[in-house]
């Protein structure tokens, strides 16, 4: 199998979509038609994908073991053997050079201390905070809304402290579904290189769904803020929101129950059909209650 297929393999690009998160705040904030701040975003969402696949090759590297005894992580480019650990630690620079690019041509310190800090967060998760749970899906999970506080921050936007809450809760519950896939598919094995026993999976479903419907409950109370009122036309049309994420919240574990989920949440939802519909239906309560 040709080198560059694995090289590109190991960055896991599948998973860049989540670094899309930068640009939630100026969406939120309704300032798409601000060309200087998409820019800027775009240059700091490019570095974040950059040292985030560092981080994956990291993750690789010290987690070769594990790795190799799990039925699908054992097949990554560096636990099957296909990329070698030389090949995999010459990475490592390489791409913290191309992250130093955009960030080069944006010239803010402030950004580049941001997209530095996600790095190191990503390293301390690697080296001490992996193994440990729960604290393991907290880090994750605050991880997600760091990618929202680099979006707020480099668009020179004021901190919403509903999205950032909202953000957390929805994210943790994502994560505790992963966990549970893994769990379940262990086969009543401890996961190797986790703090999660077999007999984890009744405490991750209750956390998970009540995460779940914590970030619905956040959603319902924004609405009814005077922010909203402020900033949406008709803000009536949101409160279809509610049902639709206590809809997507349900499916997402029922999924992952049934035994359906077989990936990252994040990338599953996005072919799955019944949480693209959910998102599209949002979308268009969203855009109704700005326009109508």
């Keep these: 199998e040709p080198v560059l297929r694995n090289v590109w393999r190991e960055l896991r690009p599948h998973h860049w979509i989540k670094n899309l998160l930068v640009f939630a705040p100026i969406v939120a904030a309704h300032e798409l038609g601000n060309g200087q701040k998409l820019i800027d975003l775009f240059l700091v969402f490019a570095a974040i994908c ?12 010290s987690d070769l073991e594990n790795d190799s005894l799990h039925p699908e992580k054992k097949t990554r480019p560096v ?7 030389r090949a995999a630690v010459a990475m490592i620079p390489t791409l913290m050079g191309i992250a130093a690019l955009p960030l080069a041509i944006l010239q803010d310190a402030t950004s ?6 996600y790095f190191a967060l990503t390293v301390l998760y690697t080296q001490h905070i992996k193994s440990r749970a729960p604290l393991d899906v907290l880090f994750i999970a605050a991880l997600f809304v760091y990618r929202l506080v680099v979006g707020f921050v480099v ?9 950032l809450i909202f953000g957390f809760f929805l994210f ?17 094995h401890d996961v190797p290189g986790r703090g999660y ?3 984890s999976q009744y405490v991750l479903v209750q956390s998970g769904v009540a995460s779940g419907f914590s970030a619905v409950v956040v959603f319902a109370n924004y609405i009814s803020s005077d922010v909203v009122l402020s900033m949406y036309q008709t803000p ?10 206590a809809y997507w919240v349900l499916h997402i574990w029922n999924s992952a129950i049934q035994g359906k989920m077989k990936s990252d949440p994040v990338t599953w939802a996005l072919a799955d059909p019944g949480s693209i519909l959910a998102l599209l239906f949002l979308a268009v309560a969203t855009i109704a209650a700005m326009s109508l």
């Design 79 to 85: 636990a099957s053997g296909r990329l070698s650990i």
């Design 50 to 61: 950059a040292v985030a696949s560092a981080g994956y090759v990291i993750n690789d590297l």
């Design 236 to 245: 009536n049309y949101l409160l279809t929101g509610i049902p639709i994420l």
């Design 197 to 199: 026993k077999r007999d």
């Design 172 to 188: 943790l519950s994502l994560i505790l579904a992963k966990r549970y896939v893994e769990v379940s598919s262990s086969q009543g």
């Design 155 to 163: 668009a020179e936007l004021v901190f919403s402290t509903w999205l």
């Design 112 to 117: 580049t201390a941001l997209v530095l800090g």
